[in-house]
């Protein structure tokens, strides 16, 4: 079994900043894109940042220059920092995951059970 278990969310003032962190754990032989995506009330989901295995990163423009996403391979191990927060980031904010599984054998896109994010004005 597979699973991603997300950490960091909470309540911040406008202004201020968070970090989130997935970890990815059970029979995994590999990583491949991590990313990150949030879901307001009554909104759809969106993407929020991505990254893969290489590094390479992707934000819209709604967070570009105030969310950096980075990971730490070895760890398995993707983060969200987030900075600058306005009262708009407000949501559940969810990991998502390419992974090679090894037991089975399979690739499988899995989600985090969320983690609520809430930035008062």
């Known amino acids: 079994q597979v699973q991603l278990v997300e950490s960091g969310g909470g309540l911040v003032q406008a202004g201020g900043s968070l970090r989130l962190s997935c970890a990815a754990s059970?029979?995994?032989?590999?990583?491949?894109?991590m990313g990150w995506y949030r879901q307001a009330p009554g909104k759809q989901r969106e993407l929020v940042a991505s990254?893969?295995?290489?590094?390479?990163?992707n934000y819209p423009d709604s967070v570009k220059g105030r969310f950096t996403i980075s990971r730490d391979n070895a760890k398995n191990t993707v983060y969200l920092q987030m900075n600058s927060l306005k009262p708009e980031d407000t949501a559940v904010y969810y990991c998502?995951?390419?992974?090679?599984?090894?037991?089975?054998?399979?690739?499988?896109?899995?989600w985090g059970q969320g983690t609520l994010v809430t930035v008062s004005s």
């Open positions: 990254i893969i295995s290489g590094g390479s990163t």
């Open positions: 998502n995951a390419e992974v090679e599984s090894y037991r089975p054998v399979r690739t499988l896109g899995i």
């Open positions: 059970g029979s995994i032989s590999r990583v491949n894109a």
